[in-house]
């Protein structure tokens, strides 16, 4: 079945540590996306990609970085200069074109905890 | 500034049927979508609409007016599996979805 694996579900990290959490796509889409989800929060972009080898800044997109190095693949990395990265993350694809562009597969989330 | 508007939580019975709002203010549109997420789950695709009326797809449906800026869904026969957050986001003139915080709803017995 086509879908998309985040990895790990949880996480923890210590304070000035880089995590990358992992996101993989079968449903050869071309569109990938980052998101973070704070608790009374609407989902926030934090990066996305329309094609491999290129990818844009979202709207909370300091303290993070990605790599579309592959069409499948698009790990997002959460630095120690991201200030307060506890949160649950969600990585989504869709196709790129139209309102089907719109129409977003999600994974399953990976919750990081500073400690 | 773009702002999408849903209320926090509801609480209906099983079996009845209840109306979720949202109203939208955003710099283009290109198309209103309605997302399911249960607890600690990933959302899931529920509907969309992108000209004024009604779309039904079984227990569920969807209404959009893009000079009121509203949308609704509407559940019917409600179940306990429906006790979700409804997540209503905005296309705008860039594609790129704004998010409402989204409505957590409670079914009772």
Redesign the interface.
Same mark, same amino acid.
């Given at each position: 079945d086509g879908g998309i694996t985040q990895s790990p579900k949880y996480l923890f990290r210590k304070e000035g540590q880089n995590v990358t959490l992992s996101c993989e796509q079968n449903l050869n889409h071309d569109a990938m996306y980052w998101y973070r989800q704070d608790p #009374?929060? #609407? +989902?926030? +972009?934090i990066y996305y990609s329309q094609i491999v080898n290129d990818f844009q800044k979202g709207d909370i997109a300091e303290g993070y970085s990605v790599s579309r190095e592959k069409k499948e693949s698009f790990p997002l990395t959460v630095t120690s200069a991201q200030k307060n990265p506890t949160a649950f993350y =969600?990585c989504a694809s869709s196709p790129s074109t139209g $309102?089907g *562009?719109?129409? =977003? $597969?999600? #994974? *399953? #989330?990976s919750r990081l905890t500073v400690l | 500034g773009q702002n999408i508007d849903q209320p926090t939580e509801m609480t209906a019975t099983e079996g009845a049927i209840v109306q979720i709002n949202c109203t939208y203010q955003t710099s283009g549109f290109n198309g209103l979508f309605w997302y399911q997420q249960h607890a600690g789950e990933a959302p899931t695709f529920l509907s969309y609409n992108v000209l004024d009326g009604l779309e039904e797809k079984g227990r569920f449906s969807s209404f959009l007016s893009r000079s009121k800026g509203y949308s609704y869904l509407l559940l019917k026969e409600l179940q306990m599996k429906d006790s979700a957050s409804y997540l209503c986001a905005v296309s705008d003139s860039n594609y790129q979805l704004i998010w409402g915080a989204g409505t957590k709803l409670i079914i009772k017995p």
């Open positions: #009374g929060q #609407g +989902l926030r +972009l =969600l $309102t *562009a719109n129409v =977003l $597969t999600f #994974g *399953a #989330g | -």
